[in-house]
């Protein structure tokens, strides 16, 4: 006997903005980026956000991809090198196994492709 046999329907309360969707996916941009060696030679985050926007037509402010560079750093996968008061982002290890990220990243991944889920079941 099933006491709560309700059938929900789980989606958003609100649509995202396309802006909005487009930075929950910076931080699987910028691991893309790691995993192609572009962080091989040290890179300014105007470097990075001036890579994305020619790469996938994105606009983004230098302060939101800073945030995510430096959970990289955090996390050991990128190092930061001080050059005056800017920092350079250089990769840390030389290779990481199947792509993956340790930590909070992995949960931030998952997170996007719980919310990928979600919008492309709307």
């Given amino acids: 006997m099933e006491i709560m046999d309700i059938k929900l329907d789980v989606k958003p309360r609100f649509q995202l903005p396309s802006s909005r969707r487009e930075k929950s996916r910076l931080t699987y941009r910028i691991n893309a980026f790691i995993q192609s060696g572009y962080f091989k030679a040290p890179r ?19 302060k939101n991809v800073s945030v995510i560079l430096l959970r990289f750093a955090k996390n050991n996968i990128l190092k930061i090198i001080k050059k005056g008061n800017r920092n350079l982002y250089t990769i840390k ?9 340790k ?20």
Avoid: A, G
């Fill in 44 to 62: 300014s985050v105007n470097e990075v956000t001036e890579k994305l926007k020619v790469k996938h037509d994105l606009d983004f402010e230098s």
């Fill in 93 to 101: 290890k030389r290779e990481i196994k199947n792509n993956m990220i």
């Fill in 103 to 122: 930590n909070d990243l992995l949960t931030d991944l998952q997170v996007l492709n719980l919310t990928k889920q979600s919008l492309s079941q709307s």
